[in-house]
């Protein structure tokens, strides 16, 4: 589904159903659940108000993306101490039980789970954002380009970069996860 906007500048229609995916890309930058909900409330009293200007054809979803992305680099230039460090803690999406899954699928499935987010969150953060843009959020490569603000290059470059260490930390903690199983 293209996520263009017909109803910009309805007052019915401010794009609650990005919520979830902000407060995840929130999270993942500021690694503090209060500072990521400020984000987003943030985003969208930037947001909102600027919606009655927008195209018909305007990428809401990126745009919301860059806005978020946006406040936070303002947020990070007034502190100059950096974001708090906390982990980010399953939700209620990832507790949901596939019937058709035996219990060993299961318990296989929430560690490959774990390994992938602890992989991630050892990343820096210009990492950690490009491949939740990416492999999360699913944006295209000039999408996240128009969010990171960069060339398509740079996207391109970055996201395999990102996925050699992702493979490394993957291999390394799955060896160490493996003798600790025997």
């Known amino acids: 589904m293209s996520w263009t906007h017909s109803r910009v500048g309805r007052p019915d229609a401010p794009c609650i159903e990005f919520l979830d995916r902000l407060y995840s890309y929130a999270l993942v930058l500021t690694r503090n659940h209060a500072d990521a909900e400020d984000l987003v409330q943030e985003t969208y009293i930037r947001a909102i108000p600027a919606m009655r200007k927008l195209r018909a054809d305007s990428n809401i979803k990126s745009w919301l993306f860059t806005i978020l992305r946006n406040v936070w680099l303002n947020q990070l230039r007034k502190l100059r101490n950096g974001p708090q460090m906390f982990e980010i803690e399953d939700g209620v999406a990832n507790s949901i039980v596939e019937p058709s899954k035996d219990s060993h699928d299961l318990y ?75």
């Open 108 to 182: 296989v499935s929430k560690m490959e789970t774990a390994l992938v987010r602890a992989a991630i969150q050892k990343l820096p953060v210009q990492y950690r954002e490009i491949i939740l843009l990416r492999e999360y959020e699913e944006l295209s490569y000039q999408e996240i380009a128009a969010v990171l603000d960069c060339p398509i290059g740079t996207v391109m470059s970055r996201l395999g970069r990102v996925r050699a260490k992702l493979r490394t930390l993957l291999a390394m903690t799955s060896k160490r996860f493996s003798v600790g199983l025997k």
